[in-house]
Structures are given as C-alpha cells and as structure tokens.
C-alpha cells in the first residue's frame, strides 16, 4: 500500500477525519479527509476535536486513508480504535493526522487556528490513554459516583485515593497544549480506556473527593488549573462571533500565561510559548510574535523577554536553555512584606517604598496561583517600558525574576486602587518617569519551584548559569562558599562546646547538596581555588579532602593539567602536596604539565613542576614541542630562564621535522626569528649551546636574525662568534637569502637590511 500524500490546503480550512465504522473493533482502521472551512459558521461544528498525548515519536502503526497508507503512533491509534463506531461514521479533528506534519508551513498556520478550531467543535474528547493497572478504569467510575451523589446530595463513600491520583498523574495532565485545547472547548468528554465521563462530573466528582495529593503540591497545582478550564467549558457560549483578526479565547495577558503555564511540559520548546498565543488577550500579529518552526529557541525566547519587557538594555539567551539573563532599568516600588496561599491565587501585601507613593498604606494583591509562590522579602517593581509590575527576589550581587509580569487585581475587571479613591495604577504609571536603576536579572523558564521547599539557592541559579559558561556564574558560587564557610565555623564554635548536634542535623542536607555540587565543577578543583583566592579556608580543605586529584575533570585533562595550564599555582602546590599525582603524566596529546604551564607563561607553575625534581624538561608532546621550545617561541622569558636555570632543559633541543610545522629550529634560531633580545641573551649565557647550528634551510641564529633585520641580536650573536664562523657569515646569509626567494612562503620580507658584521 503507497504512502498517503496530502494535497494543498486552502488558507481558512482544515482538514476533517472521517472515522469509518467497524463491526471488528480490532480491524484495520479506514478512514477519509475532506475539507471545511472553518469560519463558514458562527456556531458549533460536528465534529469532535481529539486532546491527547503524542507519546513516543516511533510510530509503530498504520490507518488507511482513501487506499493509501499513514503511520501513526501507539497512543492515538488506541484511541482510534476506542472512539470507532460499529455501524456510525466519527467525524473527528486530530492534529497528527489532520494536519501535514512534514510541511512547517501549513503546521505554522494550522496552529494558529487550533483555539478556533477547538472553540467550534460540538466536542472535545480528552484520551488518558488505555488503562493498564488493574482497577484503574474504576477509579475513573468512582469519581463520577462521587459527582452523581454530591449533586444529589448524598453521602459520599471515599473510596481508595491511590487508584484516582494515578489517573492524574498520567501525561495528558503535564502537557502545555492541553491547556488551550480545554479553555477553547464548549463540551468536554473525558475518555480512559473504555470508560468515559462528562468534563464537567469529572471536576464536580473531584471536587466532591477533596483528596489529599499525599502532600503533593505540585501536583495539587497542575490538576487545579486544568480542572478550572475544563470546568468552564459549559458556560461558554456556543454562538462564536467572527473575527476578522485572529482568533483568540482572550484568557489574559501573554505574560501571565507564561508564569501560569510555565510547569507545563512541551516535546519542543518553542511550543510552551506557541501553544499559549490561542489563549492571550494581546494583539500579538502587531507585535510580530508569529508561530514559526524556522527560528532558533534562543532568539524566540529574546523575541518573548522584548515583547514582556520592551525597553530592555540586553537580553542575552542560548539554544540549549530556558534561561534569560536581562538587564534593565527598574522602578522598585516596595516590598512583600506577607503572603497567604489560597487554592486558586496568592494573596501577597506590599509595603510601598516609592516616594511616587504618598500614603504609605501596604496593599494586599492577589495573584494567580502558578508554579513559584512569593515569599516575604521579594522586591515589587517596574521595568523600563512596562505596564504591570514585576516581583524579583534578591540573589547574591543580581536578582532572579520570581513572577516577569503580574495585574495585581483587588477589584474585578480592573487594576487596583493605590490610594482609596485618590490615585489610581494609571496615575502611578504617569508620575514615574523614567526609571535609573540597572538591574542585571535571570528569568528560568524551567526552574520550578517546590514551594515547600523555599526559593531556588545561590547554586540552583550558578548550576544553570554555569553549564551555559555565562561569566555571573562565579558569583553565585562564591557566594554558596561563603555561606558554606560560615556555617562550617559555626560547627567549629559548637563542637567546642558540645552543643553540635543540632545544629549538624538542620544543615547536614543543604551542605551535602553544596558539596556535591561544588565536585561536580571540575572534580570541584575550580571551587576550591575560589575558596582560597576568598579565604574561605574550610571550604577549601573541605574540598581538598573529597576530590579526586587523578579525576578527569572535562577536555581529557587531569586536575593537575587543567590547573597548570589555567596558571592556578596554589591548585598545582595543594596537587602537588598529595603525593597521588604524577607531576610529569601525558594527555593524549602527549603534553605534560609542564609544558602546558610553559606555553601560557605562567612562570609559578613551572617553578613549583620544576621544584619536585621529577619532571623532564625535555619532554615532548606528539608534535615534537617542548617546554623550552613553546616558551620560546611565544617569549615568556622567565619561563625560559627557570627552564634553563634549572639544568636539565637542553639549549639544543630542536623540534622534529613535519610536513606542517617550523622544523629542526632550536630554540636560539626561534628567539632570533621572532626578535626575542631577552631570551637570546638567556640561551646565549646557557652552557653546552651550539651557536653555529643550521636549521633544515641551512640558516643559523645570526644569519636569521640577519634576514629578519633584528639588527641588536645579530650584533649579540655574532660577537659570540670564532674567527672561522664569522669568515662564512656573509656567504651563509647570501645562501639563505637565496633559498628564501625559492621558498617565499617560509619566510616574507619586504627588503633585506643591509647592516655588516660586528
């Protein structure tokens, strides 16, 4: 059978799938798509929308289209096959079939119909999926007996909570797109395996069950408010009114969607900002804010921070993360001075500290319940160019973002009063100004909150920052150390008098926690340089303690080389002082790190590699460099002078000839190349130096330094020279001027000086 291709649909239609019936319910599914255009009714149409859960994106089963062939997944073709009539055609809108799924195109505009296309179905079915615990379709019946008996006012049996939260806990409830596809709905039916209940029985009963979630707030959130869009779905009404922009439920603003949703999960990340555009009340075609495949997440998600905050200074964003770091000017406007949570919103009072405030009477707002809570101590602000306020939360030296955009709503349908009668949210937004404070911010779209369990700690924040290698991350570390420190001296004083106990108890977690994540940064060698260059020495023998110093700690380094090559002297004494590392060890490149510490110049490195006595100076890597050799050649002359100082380092060594490198070069004719007067005179003072060694163009030091016009190190080496050496001088620089012009591409002069010998 051929693969089914679809045909080009029309701008303002769908498709429509026609669900033929089956007295066999386990036979092959046949089917047929045909067209409709969408707005040709203000009322309801007759086909049922299909919410679901995609599941795995293998897709092991087949339908029948019009004698052709389409491959679906495991979790829609049961559900197929549950939704199949005997002897009546379905008519059904299902995304994975209804729309071209290879053509990014029609996929980016059929998204933005699916509010409407969701709003006009007659129903919208929601598939839990098949039900493969034992008892778990009846947890499904229990709950429409707990509605049918709170409705008539009977007693109602609880029955096993257990058996009804793994009903919740199935997919369908974490998914982003199942938000809009029930806000949109006029009727909703609730499908798991064969049984099947009304939307609106499926929240009363639940309601009626009060259960406990265990404890489980997270959970208890995420349930709430999809119960509350499903719930709503009988009162909408079922005359749409046509629109000649672009269909929206007009839930609220695109910002508060995103705090709201922001738990919520998505297969693709540009889809937990598209899957909420059909629920906003914002004209978002004028704000340029189109659902488009095409773009990268991290310039969507710039695109998302300008258009939420519009007057931003930067707004710095990465592919492989939901985290934005932005900076801003800012009104700050008061503080949270109390919070109490409700079920649907959190009741936060505000002390105002804005002089643009002139009765400082403290507020009490009400905010919508989402994934974080505010605590007391968070900032009440205004950015640059913004409307509504902000609540940020202090966060070492910058701030995390707690809530991006909040209508702070005492009364309905209207934004709070300040001032009782005297001011207005208007009236404050004209006398404001222009704001002068920069903050530097990080908003995380991912970092949910356990509101049991307090606001995100400095190292939450630096872990995230951290694996983008974004610079603020030190800070945040530094200051995990400090606070760590302090609570190490603390246990110090109480172990002095005995009274430790307790205090080990409450912290033991939160220190485990720091721990192990400080070891997770470069075998935690990084952090513990941190903690020396801070004086947090406790730390640092605390981590001195727990590392591994032979670890591979990222780029096939080892501890000692990652610091020798970085120049961190203390990390390679404290290596040093283990007696577990071999000081003269080879990566894969054959570097040791010596040689490492050598081509960056960092001399205190070399000297304490060089004070154990059991390094080789003359070790080479794999493409013949030694420690002398790279320091030559990029001039760091003290590190020369310790590798000469120290004796072993021979003058002479040249690096092998290569089909690609400077080759049979000692280090003198490499200093008289490059004009390294320093280092000349170093080498030129070391014992056992060959003065008159030719490199493979046949070219010594003095006669380099001649083609190279480097007139004061000429003069130096040539006074160094015996009568026979100086004899053949001229005629060497002849020669090699020669075999220059034959080889230009080895050596590029302009001119050669004309200056004689000494």
Sequence with gaps: MSTYQYTQLPAGRIRILRLQPHQDKQSAIQCQLSDLELRDSEGLCLYEALSYVWGSPNKPHSIEIEGCSLSVGANLYAALLRLRHTSLERILWVDAICIDQTNITEKEQQIQLMAEIYAKARSVIIWLGEATAAGSEEALEEIRVAAANASNGVEISMPEEEPILEILKLPWFKRVWVLQEVAAARHVLVKFGRVEIDGYAFCTGLDALELSYHGDLDLQLLIRSVLYLIRGAVFRPRQIAEKSVRFSLGICPLSELVEMYRNRQATERHDKVYALFGMCSDDLDDAGLLVDYKIPWNRLLQKLVNYILPHCLSVSTWNDSQVAVIVTLVHVLGKVSSVKTQEESQNVTIDW??????????????????????????????????????????????????????????????????????????????????????????????????????????????????????????????????????????????????????????????????????????????????????????????????????????????PLEWASQNGYDLVVKLLLDTGKVAPDSQNEQGETPLLLAARWGYDKVVEKLLDTGNVDPDTGDNSGETPLLVAVFSNHAAVVKLLLENGKASPNVKKEVTAHSWVGRTPLIYAAQNGCLEIVRLLLDSDGLDINFRDEHGGTSCEWAFVKGHKEIYNLIAERLDEESREDLERGQLELRRKIEEYPGEVRTSSVPHFGCV
């Design 353 to 558: 500290k804005t002089p643009h405030i002139k009765d400082h009477y403290p507020s009490s707002w009400s905010i919508k319940a989402s994934s974080k809570s505010a605590e007391v101590g968070d900032i009440v602000c205004l950015f640059d160019g913004c409307s509504r306020p902000t609540i940020i939360r202090p966060c070492g030296l910058n701030w995390v973002i707690v809530f991006i955009s909040i209508t702070p709503a005492i009364k309905p349908a209207e934004l709070p009063s300040l001032f009782y009668d005297r001011w207005n949210w208007a009236d404050l937004l004209e006398s404001l100004g222009k704001p002068s404070d920069k903050f530097e911010l990080i908003w995380d779209l991912d970092m949910q909150q356990d509101q049991r369990n307090g606001p995100p700690s400095y190292l939450d924040i630096a872990t995230v920052i951290f694996g983008l290698n974004f610079s603020l991350s030190s800070v945040y570390f530094k200051e995990s150390i400090h606070a760590l420190e302090s609570i190490l001296m603390q246990w110090q004083v109480y172990k002095a008098t005995q009274e430790v106990q307790d205090l080990m108890v409450k912290n033991e977690l939160e220190i485990d926690h720091i721990i192990d994540t400080l070891l997770g940064i470069y075998g935690g060698w990084l952090p513990l340089k941190w903690a020396i260059d801070s004086g947090d020495m406790v730390v640092a023998g605390l981590l001195l303690h727990c590392a591994d110093p032979n670890s591979e700690i990222g780029y096939d380094l080892t």
